[in-house]
């Protein structure tokens, strides 16, 4: 069954970029936007992370935490984090759980051709570590701002 908002967001622990591994339930008391991304260094996944890395101040001045995740191992994450001057941890999933808790891991279909991904989505968790709010199949323009205006409401 789908996550809805007021469900109690699955915990991970994971890899994480500089943080040797991050668990979400460990940021329990903060807002945590939990962005799910297809792949590191591609034109649409660039410009989500750069878009969340610009406004990461308005962020913090709200007391939320940006995750970016992605199936791509932590080496890659490393060399996207440093290419693009991320100030936010990127988590690895290579083994899919958490992208499967959350409902992320689907088939897509690109040229007829089926195949597993990620679907773009958003995850506002809120400080108790439920679900506030979800983006689904998300469209980078102007979304980094959309989930900024939902951080703000909580």
Known sequence: MALQVGDAA???????TGEGSLTLSALRGKIVVLYFYPKDDTSGCTKEAQAFNGLQDAFAARDAVILGMSPDPLKKHDKFKEKYELGFPLVSDEDKTALEAYGV???KSMYGRKYMGVERTTFLIDREGRIARIWPKVKVPGHAEEVLAAVEGL
């Not at 699955?10 to 994480?16: E, K, S, V």
Request: avoid cysteine; proline fraction near 20%.
């Open 10 to 16: 699955p915990d991970f622990t994971l890899p994480a």
């Open 105 to 107: 891991w689907v088939e």
